[in-house]
């Protein structure tokens, strides 16, 4: 046999597959506005997105703009791709950022060295449209 | 007041197959021969069975045993769903079965074909505990736990100056055991300069911070303790059992504190249900996916202050000879992933002081625990009954 393979399809890049409770969220990112779910009784903020307040337990919500800013709670760098998606982009720095709104982001982070890494280093959110749909998160020094 | 669960069960059998990286067997035949293996360890039959703890998701469920085994009246079938700290968390349940009169002889087991069979990233899919991570991290390129837990590691060594070297001490220490052990996947003495010159995985683990892809299995059987006195092995009894779930179970990222998970809440409860405390303590068999879980899970079972988990595991102290021997038989870092099971099997071994070259002198009270999925643990504290 000589007939030449067929080069491997291009790994596909794992997406997130909004639910009920988690739509607003994932349309908010396509809009590029950072979207958060608060309990409509109390007002404390909760993600990721669920159907209860585990505070007061109202099952009423609403999802309000939050500022972007944050600092480093802490990250990794990637080197092994789990996902063969990632291989090229390895190693990549992922920060996990406690975000001025309260909650935290775990996103890619661009632009700074591991070297300059420290927790507490402030961030700002942006917003990377990867499909019609989908607009995923990532870090930039503020 | 002492608990009613406390001593009222006894681990009666344990078994394993060999440890590998490649086999042709199925995952359920691998967890089938090391439950005959426990079940003649006890001396008894399989048609004695009548409570299950399989390991899930993977491996054989109830109908597979009943098939196989022949059990003619199985009384339980439970799941316990808590990823690494099943096993141990599966102790208790079948403690209470036991205990209460529910079951006589409970197996839990565990077989997988985790280096010939499904790897890691593939195997997470099946887990309902991940899809949070699959729908909000891993579309940013983070889903393995070798990544999830290398932030709570980096955020360690920040915070309280823990190194590689202290990373690479729980690595070389559990090879050194592992070689007396002999059924292990990695039989070869490892450096500290190999540990770290291995590739980097995820900043901070290397790879030989990362537990074993293997294929095997494991086994014990749970009996109430006055049944088991009169089987064929010395008598091994749960002093004290527990399992806790951390905030945030299903996301890392929002738990208020990384460093803290389940086992914390798990452990003064397993300690006062034994009526003892870490000082008690002769061998540890502690859940290690990585090595930092080791030194994290230290700090959390009160060997050591919060933060000085690094430095606990220097000098030999958790060697054999050393104040503390950890993981005697391997681990999961150089015997194979058999999911923990086989901590169990190994404590057991130790208080039976049937662990060869391995042994703990005059071992008479032992802890093994569990970690899994995004933080869940599992701790049970057992003893050679006098």
Not at chain 1, 21 to 41: K, P, V, Y
Not at chain 1, 66 to 88: E, L, M, S, Y
Not at chain 2, 117 to 124: D, E, F, I, N, Y
Request: neutral net charge.
């Amino acid at each position: 046999m000589s007939t030449a393979t067929a080069a491997p399809p291009a790994p596909e890049r794992p997406l997130p597959a909004p639910t009920r409770e988690s739509q607003s969220f994932w349309d908010g990112m396509r809009e590029g506005r950072f979207m958060l779910q608060h309990c409509a009784l109390c007002g404390k903020v909760r993600h990721y997105p669920r159907p209860v307040c585990p505070h007061c337990f109202s099952t009423e919500n609403s999802f309000k703009e939050a500022p972007t800013g944050g600092a480093i709670h802490t990250w990794t760098v990637c080197h092994h791709p789990f996902n063969f998606f990632f291989k090229a982009a390895a190693p990549y720095i992922v920060a996990l950022v406690d975000m001025d709104a309260g909650v935290r982001v775990n996103a890619p982070l661009r632009g700074i060295a591991e070297a300059d890494l420290k927790i507490g280093k402030r961030l700002r959110m942006g917003f990377e449209p990867v499909t019609k749909e989908v607009t995923l998160p990532f870090f930039v020094a503020e | 007041m002492v608990h009613p669960l406390r001593d009222k069960a006894a681990v009666s059998g344990i078994g394993e197959t060999a440890y590998t990286r490649g086999t042709p067997k199925s995952g359920l035949a691998l967890q089938l021969e090391a439950s005959l293996a426990a079940i003649a360890d006890a001396g008894l039959s399989p048609h004695d069975i009548d409570g299950l703890v399989p390991y899930f998701p993977g491996g054989g469920i109830a109908e597979d045993f009943v098939a196989n085994l022949g059990l003619p009246d199985l009384k339980l079938s439970v799941f316990v769903p808590m990823g690494g700290a099943t096993c141990v968390a599966a102790i208790q349940t079948a403690a209470m079965a036991v205990a209460t009169g529910v079951c006589k002889h409970v197996l839990i087991s565990v077989g997988r074909t985790g280096y010939s069979g499904a790897r890691v990233s593939a195997r997470l899919q099946q887990f309902p505990q991940f899809a949070l991570a699959a729908e909000f991290e891993a579309p940013i390129g983070m889903f393995a736990p070798a990544q999830l837990y290398a932030q709570g590691a980096r955020r360690h060594m920040e915070l309280y100056g823990t190194t590689a070297r202290h990373f690479a001490e729980v690595a070389v220490v559990t090879r050194q055991h592992a070689i007396l052990n002999g059924n292990v996947v990695m039989n070869k003495p490892l450096t500290v300069e190999e540990h770290h010159a291995s590739r980097m995985i995820s900043d901070p683990f290397r790879l030989f911070d990362c537990s074993l892809e293997s294929d095997g299995g494991a086994a014990i059987i749970v009996s109430a303790a006055d049944r088991a006195r009169d089987l064929k092995k010395p008598l091994v009894t749960v002093m004290g059992v527990a399992e806790g779930h951390p905030e945030s179970p299903a996301s890392i990222a929002q738990r208020p504190d990384l460093l803290e998970f389940g086992l914390a809440k798990a452990v003064p409860r397993a300690y006062g249900m034994a009526g003892i405390g870490p000082a008690d303590i002769d061998v540890a068999e502690i859940y290690d996916c990585f090595t930092f879980t080791v030194i994290n899970q230290l700090e959390l079972l009160g060997f050591c202050k919060k933060g000085e988990g690094g430095p606990f595991v220097m000098d030999g102290r958790i060697a054999l000879g050393g104040a503390l021997p950890i993981n005697t038989h391997g681990g999961l870092l150089s015997q194979g992933h058999v999911v923990g099971l086989n901590h169990v099997v190994e404590l057991t071994r130790q208080l039976r002081r049937e662990a060869g070259k391995a042994q703990v002198k005059d071992a008479e009270v032992g802890l093994v625990t569990g970690y899994g999925d995004m933080g869940d643990g599992s701790i049970a504290i057992l003893r050679r009954a006098a």
